[in-house]
Nanobody, 115 residues
Framework: QVQLVESGGGLVQAGGSLRLSCAASGSIFSIMGWYRQTPGEQRELVATITRGGSTNYADSVKGRFTISRDNAKNTLYLQMDSLKPEDTAVYYC???????????WGQGTQVTVSS
């Protein structure tokens, strides 16, 4: 059974930093990623990382956010620097099992950036 536990969200002032973590269990994952969603909007990609370390970022976060993973710990991270009010959203961890099948999602963690 796949389980994802996110942590690290909170309230921060513009220009500040936060680090999100997603502890995964129950499988080995090929692609892991962070996504975010605001009320009334569709969930959007923030960043993804393959098991080999190849990364992909949304243009809006390039140069400010860094995604990483620890395969030994099955944990995903997102270092968010130079945060802006428009980064305010619920952030979700999403993963794809190495053997295929459906994607799994965490419960979400709120990030609020005040101006």
């Amino acid at each position: 059974q796949v389980q994802l536990v996110e942590s690290g969200g909170g309230l921060v002032q513009a220009g500040g930093s936060l680090r999100l973590s997603c502890a995964a269990s129950g499988s080995i994952f090929s692609i892991m990623g962070w996504y975010r969603q605001t009320p009334g909007e569709q969930r959007e990609l923030v960043a993804t990382i393959t098991r080999g370390g190849s990364t992909n970022y949304a243009d809006s976060v390039k140069g400010r956010f860094t995604i990483s993973r620890d395969n030994a710990k099955n944990t995903l991270y997102l270092q968010m620097d130079s945060l802006k009010p428009e980064d305010t959203a619920v952030y979700y961890c999403g993963v794809k099992p190495l053997g295929g099948g459906r994607d799994y999602w965490g419960q979400g963690t709120q990030v609020t950036v005040s101006s």
